[in-house]
């Protein structure tokens, strides 16, 4: 009895100190300066096919999606000039940019709004995790894995991105930004410390740390409801999740929006102006139902009148209204939206313990990231480690906690121009200006696109296979000899690449459609003091301090009064397109992984440098610029060789939604420790997305009616959704449904419930739901 009121203090106490710490976090605001800015903010779901579908990222044929760990995201904002220009940015919980979808997209917009939004003040940038669909890039290298193009990935991408920006646009209202920046120190190291090392001393004395460590946050403050929303930019690999997980996430970064976004939107009081105190802690889950004291036994008992149900044919929007987060917002409240960005993450690894060999737990061969001369035994290691799950949460919680101090302490405000400038280069032959050490200059040329050997060895974060390595300048007989059967290069290619050893030579393969991009987007949206460079690649640490710096140093410069104060200058990494790397002149000499994967010459970062510079120019001047080269479309030529679903069935006498493996009988778990594990009779992921919706619940009795309340969905990091079939080729499958139990959890009489669409042979779709036996949480 004694331990029962000490846990019902203690659990009121930590809800009246929740609910109180959100509360204030919703009113957080300060004394705000009259707003300038109209800003909209929006976001939607882009999760994909969650069954049968490679994943992008690590190239690796046997990482399938077969479910999901949480649920993908677009999110953007929109800044605009009351009578002037706007800029939209759109952040996706996706690998990357895709050049074809922005097109896409774009098409879109211009449809609906005219010449409102166009490729010109749109800027799309991807997160990077490696856990996502693939098969939505145009270029053949990028899809191969895939089995090639995936309409699903693609139109999924096309139409959440569409959505949140018109969410956005229907939310623009007067308001006010702020920024602030400081220093996470645990959420990445340098993966090729050996390419670094390779840059001059006198550069690298100039910095403290190997990888860059400062997180730039934006606070959007609306005038009439106070914050809503934050959007950061901060380096670190989207890896940690594995090159063998088969679960959809949105890896460290999508959790860190979780965390964030769930922070704000569990408490729907009304938000004020006023900021009076703002808590650190980790956002925890408090249940809008009362908790019923009852005895043990007595839950038990209420449990056991809930057995299992069998599957039942269910509404198409029967997941999407019972979802947990559509009950969270009120209708005529803007909801929070928190996005965490990626920026030069070329060589910074999430896995933070460093690199180990899995056969003797001795560090990598430093230079090489081999053991025992060969790669594939060499894997980073998270926080978290073994535990993968646990690595992604860890990282994903370091950046929320510092986006959460910056927030609440941000205060220099945004002020001045909302302008942009956009350009296509044609990168495969860009005349580049390099000025030398005498004063004199001479021109150099990139080069068309070309994959050198160490590309083929991956990364500490996911090795490759065979006998490639990193850091491999000279190139092996054999493997010359399979890519040379593709396209062999001529002197002229190698040379321009030297000391690259070419292995794919992509810029130049055509067959049966262009293997890599040749034409980039190169862009910078400007709010105020702030400028946000979006480049189609992964940069180095020190090549993005290179260009970030040297656009700087234009602006500064330009002789701009407006400009006279501090000036801030973010990269958007994997925005509006994908060309893999770019590293510094140095590094490309060293032949790791990302100077194999810089595509376009060891001048690739010069060339960016400059075409920037020219960007940064007329900007401030005022001069519009030529459009560039057109990209190619190459939509009508994809092809796509991904055995679509026939059908889906069950054994005789079964439905779609029953119970296989059920809870056992009196089942009770304590919170914090327990997990609890539930199999149903299930179909094909594919058949319906459930955008917006979800494949699965856990819902808590609410003893005074008698209803289920929905309480976590799997947009929740403790539920897991597993797809799966007995055979390859089976029309039956099975869903398992994994919920972990938090401490956060309340006590209390809970069930476990599956949504799905099923697929008739001759292609009609059934919704069906089916739940699990009641069972206790103490």
């Known amino acids: ?43 939607y779901d882009i ?172 606070k959007f403050v609306d005038d009439q409801w106070g914050p809503v929303g934050s959007f950061n930019w901060f380096a670190t690999h989207g890896t940690s999740m594995s090159r063998t997980n088969s679960l959809i996430s949105g890896d460290n970064k999508g959790a860190a929006s979780r965390l964030m976004e769930d922070l704000f939107e569990q408490n729907t009081a009304e938000r004020s102006h006023s900021e009076e105190f703002i808590s650190d802690e980790i956002p925890r889950r408090v249940s809008s139902i009362i908790e019923n004291q009852d005895s043990h036994q007595e839950l038990l008992e209420l449990a056991s009148y809930f057995q299992s149900q069998p599957g039942r044919p269910a509404t198409r929007i029967s997941s999407s209204v019972r979802r947990v987060r559509s009950a969270l917002r009120k209708a005529d409240m803007p909801g929070f ?27 990598c061969d430093f230079n090489h990231s081999t053991c025992g001369g060969r790669n594939e035994l060499c894997y980073g290691r998270g926080p978290g480690y073994p535990d993968e799950f ?11 906690k510092m986006a959460l101090d910056l927030f609440k302490k941000a205060s220099e405000q945004l002020q001045g121009k909302v302008d942009y400038r956009h350009v296509y280069v044609d990168f495969s032959q860009l005349n580049v200006t390099l000025l030398k050490k005498d004063g004199n200059s001479e021109v150099v040329k990139t080069c068309p696109a070309a994959m050198g050997f160490a590309f083929a060895a991956g990364t500490t974060d996911g090795p490759g296979a065979f006998d490639f390595t990193q850091g491999d300048d000279k190139g092996n007989p054999f493997w010359r000899i399979v890519g ?37 987007s190169l862009q910078i949206l400007r709010i105020g003091q702030l400028f946000i460079l979006s480049v189609p690649g992964e940069f180095t640490t020190m090549a993005g301090r290179r260009l970030r710096d040297a656009v700087k140093t234009q602006l500064k410069s330009s002789g701009n009064k407006e400009l006279n104060g501090e000036i801030h200058v973010v990269i958007a ?30 001048h690739t970062l010069s060339g960016y440098i400059q075409e920037f510079k020219k960007l940064s120019k007329s900007l401030f001047h005022d001069i ?116 972990r139990i938090p401490e956060s959890a309340s006590p209390g ?14 292609g009609s779709v059934q919704h069906f739901t089916g739940s699990s036996s009641a069972f206790i949480v103490t």
């Not at 057109?630 to 439905?655: A, C, I, N």
């Not at 009489?749 to 001759?762: C, D, Q």
């Open 390 to 400: 646990e690595s992604t949460r860890i990282i994903g919680e370091r950046q929320f």
């Open 47 to 218: 999760t994909g096919p969650a069954a049968d579908v490679n994943m992008m990222g690590y190239a690796n044929m046997e990482q399938v999606a077969s479910g999901i760990h949480f649920r993908l995201r677009a999110r953007t904002f929109i800044v605009s000039e009351p009578q002037g220009n706007r800029v939209v940015f759109v952040n996706l919980d996706a690998c990357m940019a895709s050049q074809i979808v922005k097109l896409k997209v774009i098409e879109r917009l211009k449809a609906r709004y005219g010449d409102l939004y166009t490729e010109k003040n749109v800027g799309i940038s991807g997160i990077h995790t490696h856990a996502g669909p693939g098969g939505y890039l145009q270029y053949v290298v990028y899809i191969i894995t895939s089995l090639g193009f995936v309409r699903q990935s693609f139109d999924a991408l096309v139409d959440g991105i569409e959505s949140c920006i018109i969410q956005a646009h229907e939310n623009l209202r007067p308001g006010s930004i702020f920024l602030n920046s400081g220093e996470l120190l645990d959420a990445g190291v340098n993966r090729s410390p050996s390419a670094y090392l390779n840059n001059p001393s006198e550069e690298r004395s100039k910095h403290k740390y190997d990888v860059d460590k400062k997180m730039t946050l934006l």
């Open 573 to 602: 990494g994997l925005a509006n397109g994908y060309s893999q790397y770019v590293t510094t002149f140095e590094e490309y000499q060293v032949q790791r992984y990302e100077g194999a994967s810089t595509l376009y010459g060891p």
């Open 624 to 739: 519009p610029v030529q459009p560039g080269p057109q990209p190619p479309d190459l939509l009508d030529k994809q092809l796509s060789f991904l055995t679509p679903v026939m059908m889906d069935s069950t054994p005789d006498g079964d439905s779609f939604g029953d119970v296989i493996s059920d809870v056992p009988k009196n089942l009770s778990l304590k919170r914090g420790n327990d997990q609890v594990t539930v199999v149903f009779r299930s179909a094909c992921p594919r058949n319906d997305l459930l955008t917006e919706g979800t494949f699965t619940l856990v819902e808590r009795l609410e003893q005074k009616d008698k209803t289920w309340t929905p309480v976590y969905d799997d947009d929740d990091l403790c539920l897991r959704f597993k797809w799966s079939r007995p055979k390859k080729l089976s029309s039956r499958s099975e869903a398992t449904v994994e919920w």
């Open 1 to 43: 009895m004694e331990l029962s009121l000490i846990r019902l203090w203690s659990t009121c106490f930590r809800s009246i100190f929740y609910i109180s710490t959100v509360f204030f976090l919703l009113t957080a605001g300060g004394v705000y300066s009259h707003s300038e800015y109209l800003i909209g903010l929006g976001s």
């Open 749 to 762: 009489v809970y069930r476990i419930t599956h949504f799905g669409a099923a697929k008739r042979l001759f």
């Open 337 to 363: 939206v928190s996005a965490f960005c990626q920026t030069n993450c070329g060589d910074v690894s999430p896995n933070v313990l460093g690199a180990f060999c899995l056969d003797t737990g001795l560090p």
């Open 484 to 520: 040379g059967i593709l396209k062999k290069p001529d002197k002229k290619q190698i040379n321009c690449h030297y000391p690259k050893p070419i292995l794919l030579d992509t810029g130049e393969m055509t067959k049966p459609y262009d293997w890599a991009p040749s034409i980039l």
